[in-house]
């Protein structure tokens, strides 16, 4: 299978602080990322879709000034949250299609606590 | 994407159990995937599902995709205590061939008893 990674895996911040997340596919390239937002003991929640060489595309309600998607290569995807606040702690999981995109691989995700 | 109906939500079980757990939806997928994902870590996946009627088996799991293309159930056969962990399905159709969004289940939190 192919291999997706995450940096970092958890990171603390001050409240009002910018953090960038990045995604990785390792071993494939990904014309296309996904990025999730979990909470405990939920399921995933799509945030965005990350395309290379252009604009993301963000689900309904989800803020594009606040959290900002640059997919500056094939292989590498960044969130970056700005601004952070503590409702914005949660679990950040980003996915990569693989093989013409019928098979999903997700990264290992980040923990984001910002206090 | 839309969110997939997956029962149970939970479930205890006696190591050396069989398991199944099935998702269904009202919209035809062409795709179903089954992933488990343990507590701090992402979803890995367990079996990819890719035509009606098919039946996958990867290792103690069996997976398959409903006939009518709106369902799919998981199975786990003679449970162990690694095992435990939360079951997620999802469902993928490509409105057009750059659409690869995930509709997802809610999820099965599966513990197992020694």
């Known amino acids: 299978g192919a291999v997706v990674s995450q940096h970092p895996s958890w990171v603390i911040c001050k409240s009002g602080t910018s953090v960038k997340i990045e995604c990785r596919s390792l071993?494939?390239?990904?014309?296309?990322m996904f990025w999730y937002r979990q909470f405990p003991k939920q399921s995933l929640m799509l945030m965005a879709t990350s395309n290379e060489g252009s604009k993301a595309t963000y689900e309904q309600g989800v803020e594009k000034d606040k959290f900002l998607i640059n997919h500056a290569s094939l292989t590498l995807s960044t969130l970056t949250v700005t601004s952070a606040h503590p409702e914005d702690s949660s679990f950040y999981i980003c996915?990569?299609?693989?093989?013409?995109?019928?098979?999903?691989?997700f990264g290992p995700g980040t923990r984001l606590t910002v206090l | 994407g839309q969110q997939l109906n997956q029962s149970p939500q939970s479930m205890f079980i006696q190591e050396g159990e069989d398991v199944s757990m099935n998702c269904t939806s009202s919209?035809?997928?062409?795709?179903w995937l089954w992933y488990k994902q343990d507590p701090g870590e992402g979803p890995v996946l367990l079996i990819a599902?890719?035509?009606?009627?098919e039946l996958t088996s990867n290792g103690r799991l069996t997976a398959q995709f409903g006939i009518t293309r709106k369902d799919s159930f998981l199975n786990i056969s003679a449970s162990i205590p690694s095992d435990v962990g939360i079951y997620f399905c999802?469902?993928?159709?490509?409105?057009?061939?750059?659409?690869?969004?995930?509709?997802f289940g809610a999820g099965t939190t599966v513990t197992v008893r020694a």
């Open positions: 999802a469902g993928q159709s490509p409105k057009s061939s750059n659409d690869y969004k995930l509709s």
């Open positions: 599902l890719y035509k009606a009627g």
């Open positions: 919209s035809i997928f062409n795709t």
């Open positions: 071993d494939f390239q990904a014309t296309t």
């Open positions: 996915s990569a299609p693989w093989r013409g995109g019928y098979t999903q691989y």
